[in-house]
């Protein structure tokens, strides 16, 4: 189980690190689905392992970033709602 646990803990760090580097690369723009999709899965895979390992710094950090980058991911569709509910 551990090693399965740690798998995920490295992919966390992969889609974290990839994402930053995607942006600052200009490949890809922050407000993207995908780099929010990046973060949602490296976020995850960050607490996973925290989880399995009773880090509760890294828990709390790492699901603040999966909060925030589904809010991120979730922002045009909420925009959208809202510009539509103002001109009704």
């Not at 690369?25 to 607490?47: C, H, M, V």
């Amino acid at each position: 189980m551990e090693i399965i646990v740690s798998i995920f803990g490295w992919v966390g760090v992969a889609c974290c690190t990839l994402g930053f580097l995607l942006i600052n690369l200009d490949i890809i723009q922050s407000n993207s689905w995908i780099y929010q999709l990046i973060n949602i899965i490296g976020g995850l895979g960050l607490a996973v392992s925290a989880l399995y390992f009773h880090d509760m710094p890294n828990i709390t950090s790492n699901s603040i970033w999966i909060v925030i980058a589904v809010y991120g991911l979730l922002k045009p569709y909420l925009s959208k709602r809202r510009r539509i509910k103002a001109a009704a």
